[in-house]
């Protein structure tokens, strides 16, 4: 419901104003809220932060109507003014404009012209809450949406991609905050959602250095894909960067005592990347499946704190740029053999 703030030191205006727009005051159409001044309509806008429009006078004591046209963006930059005053000269009509005012009614008042105006201006003030609000929920998708995603979605082609599923060479990894948990049950939620924004910040721009991309956050763990030349390697110089640059947090943070460490898996190989989801529901996430990505969460799974581990298959392509430990054969789920494990430690 409209909100409008009637700023007049006539308290007639008050009583033709409750008279006039009875209609609409009865069926909830609009909601009126009445100042005697300047200084008034300010403490009144406090209160009614979500006032859409207000009908001003100019001569008032205490502060007038362009003193308050004046300080009206610092209070709310959202209202539009309408300026209702027998001071209809065009000096007066200039001052006003000069200062916001949407429009301009004499007095006498109106009431027809009145409610039109009205009537357009609270048209005016909700698309520009529309626009607003497009521009935020624009904002808040570039959170969620990779940035090549966003850079064609006003194109025809934007609705074909989605239904484009491929197989691509890339590598994935699976970077977990140890111990995490046991901070997240014991803490208020605002500490550790602060907490864990915080790491995951250092560690995505450690990922996005190395132009791969968080493909999902997984509680307290992250999901990246690294494509191109030299996926692996990249994912690899990540994986170290952004493990060090969490070791070297100190223990004190947000008044807990916690040193954080992760556990990393890393894999590459053939993958399926595409819309996984569900079309009735209407939620679907643009991300990578396969064997290969299986593999990198369980070796993700077996890494204890501050290690980063890969198969052997991927230690031989990489061998010659990374120092790596043999840790020995583990078991995985789906495998019939167990799966000889490097460490890469830098």
């Known amino acids: 419901m409209p909100k409008i703030l009637v700023v007049d030191d006539e308290a007639d205006l008050e009583i033709l104003v409750k008279q006039k727009f009875r209609r609409q005051i009865r069926e ?36 007038d109507g362009l003193t308050l046209l004046s300080r009206l963006k610092e209070a709310n930059s959202l209202i539009k003014s309408v300026i209702v005053s027998a001071y209809g000269d065009m000096d007066n009509i200039r001052a006003a404009m000069n200062r916001g005012a949407f429009d301009f009614i004499t007095k006498p008042v109106n009431f027809e012209d009145l409610e039109l105006t009205v009537k357009k201006t609270i048209q005016h003030v909700a698309q520009i809450r529309q626009t607003l609000q497009a521009i935020k929920e624009n904002n808040i998708l570039r959170m969620y949406v990779d940035e090549t995603v966003l850079n064609f979605m006003d194109t025809s082609e934007f609705e ?169 054969d583990i078991r995985m789920k789906n495998k019939k053999k167990p799966v000889v494990v490097y460490e890469v430690l830098s």
Not at 264 to 286: F, H, K, Q, V
């Open 160 to 328: 074909e991609s989605l239904l484009v599923n491929e197989t691509v060479d890339a590598s994935v990894a699976f970077i977990d905050i140890c111990g995490f948990t046991a901070i997240a049950e014991k803490e208020a939620p605002n500490v550790v959602v602060k907490l864990l924004n915080n790491y995951f910040d250092i560690m995505v721009k450690e990922i996005i250095a190395q132009n791969g991309y968080v493909d999902k956050f997984i509680g307290d763990a992250i999901m990246a894909v690294f494509r191109g030349e030299y996926h692996l390697d990249r994912a690899l110089e990540a994986a170290i960067s952004l493990r060090d640059k969490i070791q070297s947090l100190p223990e004190q943070i947000e008044g807990l005592s916690y040193a954080p460490e992760l556990s990393i898996g890393i894999n590459t190989g053939e993958m399926i990347s595409g819309n996984i989801g569900s079309a009735n529901l209407r939620r679907l996430d643009y991300t990578v499946i396969g064997d290969t990505v299986n593999m990198a969460a369980r070796l993700q799974a077996a890494a204890a704190s501050g290690q980063i581990l890969i198969s052997e298959e991927n230690y031989l392509k990489v061998k010659e740029s990374f120092s790596c430990n043999k840790v020995g």
């Open 28 to 63: 909830q159409l609009y909601e009126f809220i009445f100042a005697v001044n300047g200084q008034d309509a300010l403490e009144k806008l406090t209160h009614h932060p979500d006032v859409d429009i207000m009908l001003c006078d100019i001569n008032m004591p205490v502060m």
